[in-house]
């Protein structure tokens, strides 16, 4: 009996420590699930991930109300187009000229409700406020603020200055003027000769060409803008800098997939000697474009290490959209042209340009003035 006993006893010893262990083994297993890194394979040298394409937070509303300040030869156009499709794809209204009816831009004037086009459905008065503004508008925030919805999101972009001077004095025709200037200006630095492209970065956002020859009032003007603004984008890091604005807005990746838009083909070589020479000659542009450059790196350091996953994810959609929907040509002006592979509606409208942009926006907003193009340009 003594034995029967010790032996049940012993039966149940082990049932018991069994029973343990599996749940042990059940719980751990739970446990380290979700804490397992990322899973990823190397094919061909780019990296897959296993888990689902990240994805921006279901708790935010994509933002529908947009104030871009687009910039002169800052690669602007690619980022007002990716505004333009989705504004367009949303069926917002558009601040843009009536009278500039080649791409809309509000240059030399102000924006008042006689010269910008009426919003979708409605007509210009003061009591309605329009959702995206993109385009060259004189930077008035009062005024601007006057027309758009409430709490307007404001973004812009700026470039390397040595690089958007060779851009900007070829673009519009005054290299010589510019390289005389610099050259002056060297031989004698009190020189303040207002030429085209000498700190035009800044001056694009109201300040006066004496006032970007004062240091004290030039960054004065650098950190009220910095307040003014919800973000700056740099074009040397476009595509890190898009990722910031697709969680500014809580957008998709699909939002700010784009095809690079008005590029040349040629470009002139950038040396050091001449880029010395702009940060010298362009000061206040060089101390814009150093302030918004390491801004944007704070902001991309705050995200964390979540932001090289989102990166690569974007470069490696870029790519596959790049290969399925364009096809590079060149046309009169020596610029890349983009035309489609296919007939999608995504592909179709990652090649149009800002002109073909406008020509749609300005159907859909004044059809009574654009009614006989209608049937041309609401096809997409």
């Not at 991930?49 to 279901?58: G, I, L, Y």
């Not at 794809?89 to 910008?116: D, P, Y």
């Not at 997939?257 to 083909?265: D, E, H, K, M």
């Not at 590079?328 to 610029?335: A, D, M, V």
Request: proline share 3%; net charge positive; hydrophobic share 35%.
């Amino acid at each position: 009996m003594r034995n029967t006993s010790y032996i049940k006893c012993l039966h149940l010893t082990i049932l018991t420590s069994l029973l343990l262990t599996a749940t042990i083994v059940i719980w751990y297993s739970i446990f380290t699930s979700n804490l397992m890194p990322l899973s990823v394979s190397r094919d061909s040298g780019r990296l897959h991930t296993t888990q689902p394409a990240p994805t921006t937070p279901s708790t935010c509303q994509p933002a529908e109300n947009i104030v871009f300040i687009k910039t002169h030869k800052t690669g602007s156009t690619s980022l007002h187009c990716i505004f333009c499709r989705y504004g367009y794809a949303n069926k917002l209204s558009f601040v843009f000229s009536k009278r500039n009816t080649k791409n809309g831009h509000i240059r030399k004037v102000h924006i008042a409700e006689s010269v910008i086009l009426p919003p979708i459905g409605g007509a210009v008065n003061s009591s309605f406020k329009y959702n995206i503004l993109t385009g060259h508008v004189s930077y008035k925030r009062a005024t601007i603020n006057s027309f758009m919805e409430d709490n307007s999101i404001y973004v812009t972009i700026l470039r390397e200055p040595a690089m958007q001077l060779e851009s900007h004095m070829n673009f519009f025709k005054h290299r010589k003027q510019v390289m005389a200037s610099i050259q002056t200006f060297l031989k004698n630095p009190h020189t303040a000769r207002n030429t085209a492209g000498r700190n035009n970065q800044l001056r694009e956002f109201g300040l006066s060409f004496e006032s970007t020859l004062k240091e004290a009032v030039v960054n004065e003007t650098i950190i009220r803008l910095d307040k003014e603004f919800d973000l700056v984008l740099i074009l040397e890091y476009f595509d890190e800098s898009l990722i910031l604005l697709k969680h500014l807005l809580c957008w998709s990746f699909e939002d700010i997939i784009y095809l690079a838009q008005n590029q040349r083909t040629t470009r002139e070589t950038i040396t050091d000697t001449f880029r010395h020479n702009v940060y010298r000659w362009s000061n206040a542009d060089y101390l814009f474009y150093n302030y918004f450059n390491r801004t944007l790196w704070e902001k991309i350091r705050q995200f964390g290490p979540r932001f090289e996953v989102e990166l690569a994810h974007f470069r490696g959609l870029l790519k596959e959209h790049n290969d399925q929907c364009s096809m590079f040509q060149t046309n009169s002006s020596k610029k890349l042209v983009h035309k489609s592979r296919n007939d999608t509606q995504l592909c179709q409208q990652l090649t149009y340009n800002n002109v073909d942009w406008y020509r749609r926006i300005a159907v859909r907003q004044n059809p009574n003035k654009f009614a006989k193009k209608i049937k041309i340009y609401e096809r997409k």
